[in-house]
């Protein structure tokens, strides 16, 4: 069973960045897309970023685009999100995830593989 392991997340300011890592116990074949998804209290979960682990594309939510990066490390079975302009409202818990296709992405659909998730807390 591949496991996704989250880290980096933590609290700062408003306006701070932070970066986040998942790394991959192992790649299969059914991890072609890789990507990150949030979920505040009381709120539902919402998609983040992507990335197409063979060609690098990447989908970003439109309230992230500008100021959210996801990359990859294949070597290292990694992908990152960087988090720069960090508002209150990008506080949730961050997960990392993994399927064979990126389509439907933005509500989770098709993710086999999912990390236990790492908390950021946005401070005015």
């Known amino acids: 069973q591949v496991q996704l392991m989250e880290s980096g997340g933590g609290s700062v300011q408003a306006g701070g960045s932070l970066t986040l890592s998942c790394t991959a116990s192992?790649?299969?074949?059914?991890?072609?897309?890789m990507g990150w998804w949030r979920q505040a209290p009381g709120k539902q979960r919402e998609g983040v970023a992507v990335?197409?682990?063979?060609?690098?594309?990447?989908y970003y939510a439109g309230n992230v685009q500008g100021r959210f990066t996801i990359s990859q490390d294949n070597a290292k079975k990694t992908i990152y999100l960087r988090m720069n302009s960090l508002k209150p409202e990008d506080t949730a818990t961050y997960y990392c995830?993994?399927?064979?296709?990126?389509?439907?992405?933005?509500?989770?659909?098709?993710?086999?593989?999912w990390g236990s998730g790492t908390p950021v807390t946005i401070s005015l």
């Open positions: 995830a993994a399927g064979g296709s990126c389509h439907g992405w933005a509500a989770g659909y098709g993710m086999d593989y």
């Open positions: 990335i197409y682990r063979s060609t690098s594309t990447t």
């Open positions: 192992a790649f299969r074949f059914n991890m072609a897309c």
